[in-house]
Every structure is written in C-alpha cells, then in structure tokens.
C-alpha cells in the first residue's frame, strides 16, 4: 500500500484518540487505579495506545528494556508522569463514540490474535500477541507506512518481524487473521491444517473478538 492509499484508508478522525477514553483514564487513574486496571482501557484506543509506546521507545532511559504490554508502557511511566501526560492528549482528542469500520477492524483483529495466543502458545498473557494485532493496522488508522510507524517502538525483534514480515510464531497467526478477514478461503484452510487449529477453536475466537469489539463500542457509547 503506498502512502496515497495509507492515507485514503485513515478514516476522518481515525488519527485521534477518543477524548471519551481519555477522560475515562484520568478520572480512574486519579482515583487509584492499578496500572494493569488502567492498560485494559488503555489499550481499547489503538492510537493513544501507539503514543504512550512511541514515546516511551524515543527516551533514552528505556531504549534498552523491551515493553510488550500497556500495562509495562504504564509502569514505566508511572501515574502521575501518566495523567499529566493525558491531560495533554486530551487537547487532541475528538469524541466519537461511534467506531469507524478500520476501528472495529482494527480491535477485533487485535483481540482475536490474543485469544487464540492463549490456546495456541499456551500463555495466559498473550498481549504482546495483542499489541501485534493492533499495530498492524496502523497505516490504516494513521496513513502512514507501516515500517515507519513501528520505527520506534520499545518492541523485541520478534514483535517487529510478525507485524512488518509476518514471521515467527506471532506472525504466522497475524497472517492467519488476515486470510480470514480477506476471506481467502484456500489460505484459511491451508493455514488451520499446518498449525493444527480446530476450525470451531477458530470460530468460537472470532465471535467473542467481534463480541468483545461491541462491547468496547457500548461503553464508549454509554459515557458520551
């Protein structure tokens, strides 16, 4: 996809965080919210989440450690550095409670590759599986290339090559999501044989990310 059609694909406003989940932040971080009950809001705005991760890999004091959560992106930051830091993206945020179809897209895909991390790798934590789901839908949100989005992000190697190359174990499964979502059927089915996936394992992961992507919507919906 070239920077035209990255671009042309960003939906109107697709490039802001949702003042609604921001707002929702500095309120439950002001209230004491732990870090990992603030990244599962968080982590419900792809492109406030991509902020928070972009600029924590541009500082010098974490260019070493790797973050492959948005809780880990919280802790580092720390609450108060936190909500100074939401009160400022809330001067950039727009309210639409109404999901664009690249944003419901966007989180389905990133839940779905969670879910079946879950089953497949046998990890209760799969949300770097999560945040490879999310960020490989950022040209689309953001209109930009994809190389240069994931530039600077604190990502391991590993999280890099499954969103950029679709390889290694994350990757495959980034790649099995995109089959289904473009139903190519002889993918679908060539990629379920080789990585020995259930087809009802599949379906049932896929309803409960869409499921799960309504939820997400109803809420935001309810605050407006």
């Known amino acids: 996809?070239?920077?035209e059609e990255e671009a042309a694909a960003a939906g109107k406003d697709d490039d802001k965080p949702n003042r609604l989940i921001v707002s929702r932040l500095i309120q439950r971080a002001r209230e004491g919210a732990t870090p990992a009950e603030l990244a599962e809001i968080h982590r419900t705005d792809p492109v406030l989440c991509y902020a928070l991760l972009?600029?924590?890999?541009?500082?010098?004091?974490?260019?070493?450690?790797?973050?492959?959560?948005?809780?880990?992106?919280?802790?580092l930051t720390g609450v108060p550095a936190l909500i100074e830091w939401l009160e400022?993206?809330?001067?950039h945020a727009i309210s639409f409670p109404q999901f664009s179809e690249q944003m419901r897209d966007t989180l389905i895909r990133a839940r779905f590759m969670e879910l079946m991390g879950r089953s497949t790798m046998m990890r209760d934590d799969t949300e770097d599986m999560y945040l490879v789901g999310l960020f490989s839908r950022l040209n689309r949100l953001?209109?930009?290339?994809?190389a240069e989005l994931i530039l600077p992000l604190p990502?391991?190697?590993?999280m890099r090559a499954a969103i950029l190359e679709?390889?290694?174990?994350?990757?495959?499964?980034?790649?099995?999501?995109?089959?289904?979502?473009?139903?190519?059927?002889?993918?679908?089915?060539?990629?379920?044989?080789n990585m020995r996936l259930p087809a009802v394992q599949v379906y049932d992961a896929y309803n409960e990310a869409?499921?799960?992507m309504v939820e997400i919507e109803s809420q935001s919906t309810a605050m407006a």
């Open 166 to 193: 679709q390889r290694g174990r994350i990757g495959r499964l980034l790649k099995f999501a995109q089959a289904i979502e473009s139903a190519d059927e002889s993918s679908i089915g060539f990629m379920q044989t």
């Open 210 to 212: 869409y499921d799960w």
């Open 142 to 146: 953001l209109g930009m290339p994809l």
């Open 88 to 91: 400022a993206a809330l001067e």
């Open 1 to 3: 996809m070239t920077s």
């Open 155 to 158: 990502f391991p190697e590993e």
């Open 54 to 75: 972009a600029e924590l890999g541009s500082g010098t004091a974490v260019r070493t450690a790797y973050v492959t959560t948005c809780t880990q992106a919280i802790e």
